[in-house]
Structures are given as structure tokens and as C-alpha cells.
């Protein structure tokens, strides 16, 4: 959430970094109904003032012997006109707060201007484009000719793009996430997590998936939990409401998790296989981190994503999302693209973001600074990786000519298997 006082002072700033996302963006309503709701706090305050003052002269005319009807039907008015005040003041809170939560991060003076993702630039590549001496099949054909996705049988226990995996596919599905859980908490220094796999609408709200985001959300008929699109909403909010100490930061933690995403705006895209799916599993990255070290700790959270690819040996490239593309609750983010031959072309696998304090201050989770003052924290989270993204990157860059998928030296202790 944005914070008001910075919206007050510098309007024009604010509105200009916005309209880098949408033109059609702009802080002027809020700007409006701030300065209406200041106005009423001051009538409110100057009333409660005069009725304190009345109050006393009643004690003194009453102590004095005096009559005190009239003055009492005053003091009674002013209590009705302070509840009216009151009320007008908690209707435009709310109005103003839930303005603020629809209202998208301002992006990172460095994230590049663009319109769309054909404007997003390349930064590095790793790796290239895999080459083949005969034609290549598409994952979700070699995954039902060897038998390790079912994906029919996935639409018939649940509904489209739900899948089944099977056999050695179930396998190497389960060595991909313990293969990235290990990696990142023995050599990357994060701390495992399993948080529950639902989350109250305050959990959702605070990572910024609610309320903008409701339609993309797989809510529970009747109660307050939805199931969670991605570990970064649990994981972030463990701290929610709690006041930590600098000397506690930076806090890395990393989780699987299945997610859980209706994919409400995404109707007709990649509609086969396993790219984008309702329920898939995922690795977490997620940091709390000081104002001073968050865009160092961003480069190295991504860093640690583009070390799952490179120990996998599959080619990949990073881009910086342009003010257009990047997510709503982000000011900048770096995506990693993995080669997918099927496409002749790099798929997302990984977001890399920096919220700054956005998620902080709806969440309301801070730091004492070690001069005592509170402050929020800055938050990041990664993908580290999207695991059917990895699967489907594997099977199609590792397919062989004779027909099998040669399985990455860093997954076989794992899967127990070299080939499928």
C-alpha cells in the first residue's frame, strides 16, 4: 500500500510514476477524499474541544447554583453533530483505505518504461538454445508416450488444466522440490518453511492478492480462507502486525507449496501441457530485509533462482519487466526465462521482486532500527523454481533421438534414475 503522507507531499511524483504503468492510473481521488477527511477531523476536533469546554462550565454553574438546561442541550448538540462527523470520517477511511489497497506499487525509477512485455529487455542469457539432430516433440506428448502425465485423466478427477502425474513422472516431480529446497537452505542460507496451503482474506490482503485479484482466487464456500496462488503469501505475512529487530534482518525463507490460480485472465493462453496450470507446485524464495539492503538482497535473490537452472544445465535468460508487465504489488522485478524448444522460445520459470515497503504497510509488518525507530521492512519473494515449468523444461531439453529423457546429474540421487 502506498503511504498517504508521501502521496500528500509529492502528488505530482506519485501520479507521474503510476502513469509509467497505465496512463489511466492517478492518486487524484485519493487525494480528494484525504483532504475532505482532514477537513471533518478538524471540525470534529475543534467540537469535541468546545464540548469538553461547555462540560466544564456546566460543573461551575451547577456548583454555582445556576440553571444549566440550556447550556446542557448544547453540549447534547454537539455530541450529535461530533457522531455525524464520526460517522462521515469512518465512511471516508474506509473509502480512502480501500482505494489504497486497488492502488498498484509505484514502480522503481530504474524499471524501464515500456507498454507491454514486448518492451521488457534482456539482461543476460546462460546457456544456448538447445540444438537437435532430429525433431523434437513437445513435453505433453513425450509425457503421455512414457506414460508419467496423465493429463486426461487429470481433467476427469478434476477439471481442464488439472493433471495426474504418474510413475517415474510422480518421481521426478518430487526430486525437482527436494532437489530446490536443499539447494536453498544449504547453500543459500534460507530457512524451510511449510506454512498451512489456505489463508484468511487478511493474509491474502496483505501480499496484495485481495481485493484486486478475487476473480483469480479459489475461495471456500462459506469461510474466510481462500487456497493459496503461491507460497509468498503465507511465508510474508508470518510476520504480519509484529514489530521485529534490525539485528533479526535480513530474513530469508524458502517453502514449497502446491498453488492454486483459476487463471481468470489468462482464458486461451498455453492451453496444453503443463505451462499454465489451475494447481501446480512451486518453490518459494521469500526476504524481509532493511530499506538500505533490499535492492542488493533483490540480485542475489535472483541470483539463487538462475543457480536452480544452472546446476539443471538448462539455458536461460533474465529480462527486467517493463512498468507495463511488472506485478501489481512489485516497484521491480527480474524475470527468468527457461528455454522451451517446443516454443523456440524462453518461458517464464521464475519472478524475481522487489515490493518495497508496499506489502509492509498493508501487512504492517516493521523493524525497530537500531536508533529505536520503528519502520517497515522491505519485502521480496522469487520462484525458485516453478517446478512443472522445470519438469517440462527438462523432459523437452533432455529428450533423446531414441526416444528417452536423459535426467540432470544433479536429480539422480534423488529420482534414483538417470533416464526415463
Known sequence: MLDIRVIRENPEKVNELLKRRNPELSIDE??????????????????????????????????????????????????????VLEEKQVELDNKQRDLLLRTPNTPDETTPIGQSEDDNPTISTWGEPTKFGFTPKAHWDLCEEKNIVDFERGVKLSQSRFTLYRGKGARLERAIIQFFLDLHTEEHGYEEILPPFMANAATMTGTGQLPKFAEDMYKCVDEDLYLIPTAEVPVTNIYAGEILSEDDLPKYMTAYTPCFRREAGSAGKDTRGLIRVHQFNKVEMVKLTTPETSVEEHEKLTKNAEKCLELLGLPYRRVALCTADIGFSANKCFDIEVWMPSYDSYKEISSCSNFGDYQARRANIRYRDKDGKVRFVHTLNGSGLAVGRTFAAIVENFQQEDGTIIIPEVLRKYTGFDKI
Open 30 to 83: 485519493i487525494l480528494e477524499i484525504d483532504v475532505e477527511r482532514r477537513k471533518i477531523q478538524t471540525q470534529a476536533d475543534e467540537l469535541r474541544a468546545k464540548r469538553k469546554n461547555e462540560s466544564q462550565k456546566i460543573g461551575m454553574m451547577k456548583k454555582n447554583g445556576e440553571n444549566t438546561d440550556s447550556i446542557q442541550e448544547e453540549v447534547r448538540k454537539l455530541g450529535d453533530d461530533i457522531k
